[in-house]
């Protein structure tokens, strides 16, 4: 069981690349998020997927689309990065809307 | 709106009781939770209070809930080096636009000395 798992562990990337962070939880939960994580900021709700099939949009969307391709899986995506988007990234899952998040070990992202 | 409050730093020696303090604006909080961050790694949930209750215990740590002043605190007694990380106050709404999504405090940076 391994929880929430998330890839890549870091990144690089240039102004106007575009990557995909992959996000996997194997403890058949119906909902899962993304966050952002910046130095004294805590963290950000970019999107979420409250169940499969629904997603929405959290506090900070812009520059990002995401995609719930299962009930596994919840991918984030960064069609143009820009180096405001340099930050952690963490994926979490719950049991249902309500219930406590359990997080991923969060993807370090650099964009130059 | 949502708003949730910590200070940034909390310096402890080992042995002695931590106690980290917390705010939050919106009277409507469902759950109350604390996470730890260690250096490096993902947060890990530590507890959750429900919003009706006052205290929670869970071995070394104590969860006290003050809703008049929406003031949350945990407190880890006797503090080990382990306990050294970031400390997370979080609450999540239970209803209206806001329903389940999790707001953050900033972080309470939390040291030990030996």
């Known amino acids: 069981n391994a929880g929430v798992t998330q890839t890549p562990k870091f990144q690089v990337l240039k102004t106007g690349q575009s990557m995909t962070l992959q996000c996997a939880q194997d403890?058949?939960?119906?909902?899962m998020y993304w966050y952002r994580q910046d130095p004294g900021m805590g963290l950000r709700l970019i999107y979420y997927?409250?169940?499969?099939?629904?997603?929405d949009k959290g506090e900070v969307p812009n520059g990002y689309n995401v995609s719930r391709l299962n009930k596994r899986e919840f991918s984030l995506r960064l069609e143009s990065a820009a180096p405001s988007q340099t930050s952690v990234y963490f994926c979490a899952s719950s049991a249902d809307f309500l219930y406590e998040q359990y997080f991923g070990p969060g993807t370090r992202l650099t964009v130059t | 709106g949502e708003d949730v409050e910590q200070s940034l730093f909390l310096s402890v020696r080992e042995g002695d009781s931590s106690v980290i303090n917390c705010t939050y604006t919106d009277s409507s909080s469902t759950y109350l939770y604390w996470y730890k961050q260690e250096p490096g790694a993902g947060l890990q949930l530590l507890t959750y209070i429900f919003s009706n209750m006052d205290m929670k215990q869970d071995q070394r740590l104590t969860v006290l809930l003050n809703k008049k002043d929406k003031h949350l605190s945990l407190r880890i007694a006797d503090t080990q080096t382990g306990d050294s990380a970031i400390y997370f106050c979080a609450e999540s709404i239970g209803g209206g636009t806001s329903y389940g999504k999790l707001t953050f405090g900033q972080g309470t940076i939390l040291t030990v000395h030996p």
């Open positions: 403890m058949n939960h119906n909902s």
């Open positions: 997927s409250a169940s499969e099939g629904t997603t």
